[in-house]
Every structure is written in structure tokens, then in C-alpha cells.
């Protein structure tokens, strides 16, 4: 009974178990699907206690009642609403996210030509629902099931649509010749290719709504209440209100996340990290051992890399270079801290073949670089989307808060102005404060953008950030002042 008035009045949460949806949501939030529910249950029931306690005291007549009622239940939607819009971003971020661990299985299969060496790459590079799944196909695979069989199954339960057929052909025919894994490997990167090119281009569309609705229209407004004389301070906080929605609604890049923050995918945008590994595998081509391409390539790239380099991290790898330490690099610690998990990855791979020749090594560790690079291609161009959105933003967001900071500090006059065309009467005669309202608005859009996220990479920890937003708070300040003090010396 309770699923049916919860599923009536809020809508229904099913979606929490596609991809493992829940633990990303409660990860996220910190919260579960039961606890919201329980939540909505729990409000809609005192809800319905508070209107027949209006309706016993005879509080309310009957149509504030009606409205009360239907303002309860719309906002019930919208929550319902933003959920599903959360579930969206995720179902981007993870089917882009999909075509990127394709491609990586289909690269490291041409390469190591084991299905069982594929599936604990995948495995082991923690990749958000794509590792789970390879990880439980291995487990089963254990107990007696063939690997090809389990992963079969786990790819029909956790993945659906286009994605899902790509991944079972890849699975059932990989093993049938070089061929049909390059073709597989070209079709895979036409498809990412065209999928982020169409998720890209809504960044426009996003960032369009975003500046508009959120900067740039609140300035209009305010100076049509103001001219027409209808603003008070309901309709000033209902704006603020528009604001702070329409900031979380629009946000351009939420559709791109997997480009921002920290990503297994990014070290594939680090030109330095392809460039090691394209001269490591240049000179495992020349004929040079594998230690001896390591440590050449290792010299090159501290003496290079002026950043990220302590002290400590560069006695470490000397002392890797001069063999005072193991001489595997899988177990160096200095290493694990100095490159990535996916780099020393692909090292260990490489490191597989160069015990049966260092040249078929060095031309798998190329292969593989390229490849790699070419995804890591596709990941700049959705950061440099972003930038773009951002900075475009940044300048609206910029001119916009001038606009405001100008009307708010000539309000007095815009009501005047109103006063004379509209020919108030009575105690309409003179300008009302409304300052409380126009400084309120104009911090809440100095801050913007604001993020309910509790990922450290979403959160405002950088210093940077927090002084930005308050140079914008100060300059709005500023305006506003040297308007109001310029009107008020004029008149």
C-alpha cells in the first residue's frame, strides 16, 4: 500500500538498481534509496497530518488549501525530477565511460592474446561499474565456469543497449583473428568518437541556458519589477529562488564530469606520461634490455620533469636506476607513488614480453601507447569544451553581476521613474529598500557555481576558487556603492 502512494504522489525509484546506480547515489549523497523513500513517506504523511489540523482549526479557507496542496506535490515532483536528472548524467558518464574500457579490453587483448590477462587489466583499473563486472565474471570463472561464459552473463545483466552489443561481439570473436580485433578496435573509436562529439555539442545548449537563465536574466527582471513598480519582497526572494535552481538544473558540464576531476582515464592526457612510455618503447625496439630502457627513459623524464618531483621521490628513482633495489619495478613502491595505477599497468604488461624478446615488447608497448593517445585525444577534447564553457561563462557571469550591481544601486531612481509614469498614490510616494534583497542576490551569483557534491574533486577546497568569488562579491559591492552615492549626490 505504502509502494502505491509513494509511487502516485513521487514517483517510483526502480532505476537505483541499473548499473548499480544505488551505491553511486548513496556514495555520492549518503544517502539510500530506502532512506529517501522512507523520507517521502514520512513527509507526505505529515503533511496530510498538518492540513487536518488547518482544516479542524478552520485555519485556512478552502482555496489557499487547494494551493498549499498542489505546491506540496510539485515539489515532491521536482525532487523526483533532479533524481532522474542525476540518473541521466550518470547513464552519460557511464556509457562514455563504457566505450573507453572497450577499447582499452580490445587493445590489450590484440596484445596479450588472453582473455583471462584482458579481464584482470580491466579489473584491476578500478573503473566505476566496468571493473565490478569483470571482477565478478573472474570470481565465477573459479568456481568452474568458463571466463568467456561468465563474462557473457554479467555483460547482459549490467549493460544494456548499444554498449552491450559492441562488448558481447568483442567477447565472441576477439579469438578469431588479428583482423577482426583492429576492425573492432577502429569501430569502437568511430563510435566514442561520434558519441562525445554529440555530448560536447549540448555543452553549448547547457551553457547558453546556464548563463542566460542564471546571470543574465535576474539584471532584466529586476529592472522591469523595479519600472513597473510590482517588486516586493516576495517576488525579490522568488527570484533568488529562480537563481539557485536554475543553477543546479543547467549546470553545462554535469554531462561531462568524466572528463573532469580525478579519472583513470586522464593520465592519457599527460603528454609526459606518453612521451616515457614512447621512448621506452623506442629503445626496446633499438635492442637495449628492459632495465636498461627503463632506467634510459626514466633519466630522461626526472631530467625534464621540473614538477611533482620531490626530493625524496628522485633519491628514490636514482636508487631504482643504480639496482640498489628490486629490480622490478611492480615492486617499487617509489613507482606507485610517482606514476599512475593505469601506466604501471601497461609496464607490467610490456614487462610480460620482453622476457621472450624486447623488440616484440618495445612494438607492443607502442601499439599500445598509440592507441591509448588516440582515446586520450577524445578526453582533451571534453576538457577543452569544458574550459571553453567555463571561461564563456565566467565573462557572462562577469557582466552580468556589473548590470545588477548598477540597477540594484539605482533602484531609488527605476522606482521613481515609476512612480512618475505609473501615478502611485497614497504611501506609494516614495522609493522602498530593497537593498537586504539586491545584496543577497548578488552574492548568491557571485558564488555561483555551486555544487552539491561531497567528491573531493567537486568540492571549494582550493583557495583560489574561494578568492575569485569573493573579488566578484566585493566588485558587485563596489558598484553598487559608487552607483548609490553617485544618485544620491545628483539628486
Request: glycine letters at 4%; a neutral charge.
Amino acid at each position: 500500500m505504502l509502494d502505491i502512494i509513494m509511487n502516485l504522489l513521487f514517483g517510483t525509484l526502480d532505476f537505483f538498481e541499473v548499473l548499480n546506480y544505488s551505491s553511486y547515489w548513496k556514495s555520492k549523497y549518503r544517502t539510500t534509496r530506502h532512506q529517501i523513500e522512507n523520507s517521502i513517506i514520512l513527509l507526505i504523511f505529515l503533511f496530510l497530518f498538518l492540513v487536518i489540523i488547518q482544516v479542524i482549526m478552520s485555519l485556512v479557507n478552502l482555496e489557499f488549501l487547494v494551493l498549499e496542496t498542489i505546491c506540496f506535490f510539485v515539489c515532491l515532483r521536482l525532487l523526483n525530477y533532479f533524481i532522474r536528472q542525476d540518473f541521466k548524467n550518470f547513464m552519460v558518464k557511464a556509457e562514455i565511460l563504457g566505450y573507453f574500457v572497450l577499447h582499452e579490453l580490445l587493445i590489450v587483448l590484440e596484445t596479450s592474446k588472453s582473455l583471462k590477462d584482458a579481464t584482470k587489466f580491466i579489473m584491476s583499473s578500478n573503473y566505476q561499474i566496468y571493473s565490478d563486472i569483470f571482477r565478478a565474471s573472474l570470481i565465477k570463472s573459479h568456481f568452474g565456469y568458463p571466463l568467456k561464459e561468465t563474462l557473457r552473463v554479467q555483460i547482459k545483466n549490467q549493460i544494456s543497449g548499444e554498449l552491450r552489443r559492441i562488448f558481447l561481439n568483442v567477447i565472441d570473436t576477439w579469438d578469431i583473428g588479428t583482423e577482426t580485433t583492429q576492425f573492432s578496435t577502429s569501430m569502437v573509436l568511430s563510435h566514442l568518437s561520434e558519441y562525445i562529439r554529440e555530448e560536447t555539442d549540448k555543452v553549448d545548449t547547457w551553457g547558453s541556458l546556464f548563463s542566460g537563465i542564471t546571470f543574465l536574466s535576474p539584471p532584466v527582471i529586476l529592472c522591469f519589477l523595479l519600472i513597473s513598480g510590482q517588486i516586493n519582497n516576495i517576488i525579490g526572494f522568488g527570484l533568488i529562488s529562480l537563481v539557485f535552481v536554475a543553477s543546479i538544473i543547467f549546470r553545462p558540464e554535469k554531462q561531462l564530469s568524466v572528463f573532469a576531476g580525478h579519472s583513470p582515464l586522464l593520465p592519457f592526457t599527460d603528454d609526459r606520461t606518453v612521451e616515457f612510455l614512447m621512448i621506452h618503447a623506442e629503445n626496446l625496439l633499438s635492442g637495449l634490455s628492459y632495465k636498461k630502457s627503463l632506467n634510459k627513459a626514466l633519466n630522461l623524464y626526472v631530467e625534464n620533469s621540473t614538477e611533482g618531483l620531490t626530493s625524496s621521490v628522485k633519491d628514490a628513482l636514482v636508487s631504482f636506476r643504480l639496482c640498489a633495489d628490486p629490480t622490478s619495478f611492480t615492486d617499487f613502491e617509489a613507482f606507485q607513488n610517482f606514476f599512475s595505477s593505469r601506466t604501471l599497468q601497461i609496464l607490467a604488461l610490456v614487462e610480460k614480453f620482453s622476457s621472450i624478446s624486447t623488440r616484440i615488447a618495445g612494438s607492443k608497448l607502442l601499439m599500445i601507447t598509440e592507441e591509448m593517445n588516440k582515446t586520450g585525444n577524445l578526453l582533451r577534447i571534453g576538457k577543452a569544451r569544458l574550459k571553453a564553457t567555463a571561461f564563456q561563462t565566467a565573462i557572462i557571469q562577469f557582466f552580468a553581476l556589473i548590470s545588477l550591481a548598477f540597477i540594484s544601486g539605482a533602484s531609488p531612481l527605476f522606482q521613481l521613474i515609476s512612480i512618475s509614469v505609473w501615478g502611485y498614490s497614497g504611501n506609494a510616494n516614495k522609493a522602498v529598500n530593497f537593498d537586504a534583497i539586491f545584496i543577497f542576490l548578488g552574492f548568491l551569483m557571485s558564488m555561483l557555481p555551486i555544487y552539491f557534491d561531497f567528491n573531493l574533486e567537486h568540492r571549494l577546497k582550493s583557495s583560489s576558487a574561494i578568492i575569485v568569488r569573493i573579488t566578484r562579491f566585493i566588485l558587485f559591492l563596489i558598484v553598487f556603492i559608487v552607483t548609490r552615492e553617485f544618485l544620491n549626490g545628483s539628486f
